[in-house]
């Protein structure tokens, strides 16, 4: 599917989400497409750009039940302005737009807000230093510290998915260590590392829960030479077998 053109036009500080109305239109047609694969009975596998991409899976469950989360990831994504300055890029506000905080034509659409309940979504990934930690873990959402996964984990986020009519996975590869991850926009130390990743994602995706999974956040144009995409093609493909 062909994203919309990025475009920032005039935007400032204070604006809100930039790009907003493409990237409103452009959900609604993934929407479209992840819902008719669910209904048709497939296991979806999203590959995209940013961190935005959630939407439109997130709208297309909600419009089919109650459905969870697991967003993997190493930052929060939880930006509001009700805890910055101001909001911009969407992908850096993803996981607060699907819970239903933030402007009204990406966190609303079709009047369905919130997409996902935050006692239905899991977080796991993000570095030591969250600013969004506290608020996180206040609110209700499930959060572990890379340093905090444990083997443990993936049967904890489960439980919680139990009773949902499924849940849908989110990967943002820099929830990898900027040692064997630097080909992203913001690569940060403290990640976990390639194996933490599989026994993971493994658990998760064989799940009878699960419905897909998105990923993104992968710059090729940071591995010229095709390095960290052979890497990361290897523990997809290991986790999804």
């Known amino acids: 599917m062909t994203p919309p053109r990025y475009d920032r036009g005039d935007w ?4 809100g989400v930039f790009n907003a109305a493409g990237i409103a239109e452009y959900s609604l047609r993934v929407a479209e497409r992840v819902g008719r694969l669910v209904d048709e009975g497939n296991f979806v596998v999203l590959l995209g750009g940013e961190c935005s ?26 930006r509001t302005v009700e805890n910055s300055p101001y909001v911009g890029a969407a992908g850096g506000e993803a996981l607060a737009l699907v819970t239903g905080r933030g ?15 935050d006692e239905d979504a899991a977080l796991l990934g993000i570095r030591e230093d969250d600013e969004d930690l506290e608020e996180l873990r206040s609110v209700g959402i499930a959060t572990w510290r890379a340093g905090e996964i444990d083997g443990e984990a993936p049967g904890k986020v489960l439980e919680r998915m139990e009773a949902l009519d499924g849940f849908w996975v989110h990967l943002d590869v820099d929830i990898l260590d900027a040692s064997v991850m630097p080909a992203v926009d913001s690569p940060d130390p403290g990640g976990i590392q390639h194996e933490q990743l599989r026994e993971l994602l493994r ?26 995409a052979a890497e990361l093609t290897d523990t997809l493909v290991d986790a999804l077998t």
């Open 12 to 15: 400032k500080p204070g604006d």
């Open 53 to 78: 991409n959630l939407l439109g899976p997130a709208v297309a469950l909600r419009r089919r039940g109650r459905f969870g989360v697991v967003y993997l990831d190493g930052h929060s994504d939880f």
């Open 103 to 117: 402007q009204a034509d990406l966190a609303d659409l079709e009047g369905l807000s919130p997409y996902v309940r």
């Open 203 to 228: 658990p998760l995706l064989a799940s009878e829960k699960c419905v897909g999974i998105d990923i993104g956040i992968f710059d090729p144009d940071l591995d010229p030479d095709g390095k960290y």
